[in-house]
């Protein structure tokens, strides 16, 4: 079925280890989009893509590390995780402006 | 940076209450939108408003736009357990598609 496919969806990993967590949408969207939600926080914007080759940062990207050669493929890599970065994380692609977003089922990350 | 806040944090009706939940901004946004989210998932849009003023219906659902195109509210009529759920509004703004998300509301309808 088309839609956005996040792997893995459950990770543990231990603190100053690289981790890469994996998006990949079977449109074309143009826009992709890695969020974080925390209790307390709701949704916040770690990177985001306009198309493939162009990224930017978003509220809080120090630590995260993204690429996109692919359109369909945004992947999102922890360079050194510590526990602040224990969350779960949502992809999202964007059709075009005035659509809403679709997301993956999130991959929930603790670091130990 | 762009605020948006919700209203209530939580909310624990029985079934068949009415509910408002409500969504303000300083900011003014080009469009907002509503999504739903069930535990271990992502959010599904609901809706998006557009025009300032603008109201739009979904079954029991009812979404507003402020008339300044700063905030918003979703109101249920005759809540039932399948409404059960985190509900976000999320602002867009014109660059690059990006949205703000508020904290969501966490309903709960007891049967």
């Known amino acids: 079925d088309a839609g956005i496919t996040q792997s893995p969806r459950y990770k543990i990993t231990e603190t100053g280890r690289q981790v890469t967590l994996m998006c990949h949408q079977t449109?074309?969207?143009?826009?992709m989009f890695w969020y974080r939600q925390d209790l307390g926080h709701g949704l916040r914007l770690i990177y985001y893509?306009?198309?493939?080759?162009?990224?930017d940062k978003g509220e809080v990207p120090d630590g995260y590390v993204v690429s996109r050669s692919k359109t369909e493929n945004f992947p999102l890599t922890l360079e050194s995780a510590t526990r602040s970065q224990t969350s779960v994380y949502f992809c999202?692609?964007?059709?075009?402006?005035?659509?809403?977003?679709?997301f993956g089922s999130g991959t929930r990350l603790t670091v130990v | 940076t762009q605020l948006l806040e919700q209203s209530p944090q939580f909310l624990s009706i029985q079934e068949g209450e009415n509910l408002t939940v409500y969504c303000n901004s300083s900011s003014v946004f080009s469009s907002l939108q509503w999504y739903r989210q069930e535990p271990g998932e992502g959010p599904v849009l609901l809706v998006t408003v557009v025009t300032g003023g603008e109201v739009k219906k979904l079954k029991r659902l009812t979404f507003q736009f402020g008339d300044a195109r700063k905030d918003s509210s979703l109101h249920i009529t005759a809540a039932q357990p399948g409404d059960t759920g985190l509900y976000l509004c999320a602002g867009v703004s014109t660059n690059a598609g990006k949205s703000t998300f508020g904290d969501g509301t966490t309903l709960t309808v007891k049967p």
């Open positions: 449109w074309s969207h143009s826009y």
């Open positions: 893509s306009a198309a493939a080759d162009i990224t």
């Open positions: 999202a692609s964007l059709r075009g402006t005035g659509y809403g977003y679709t």
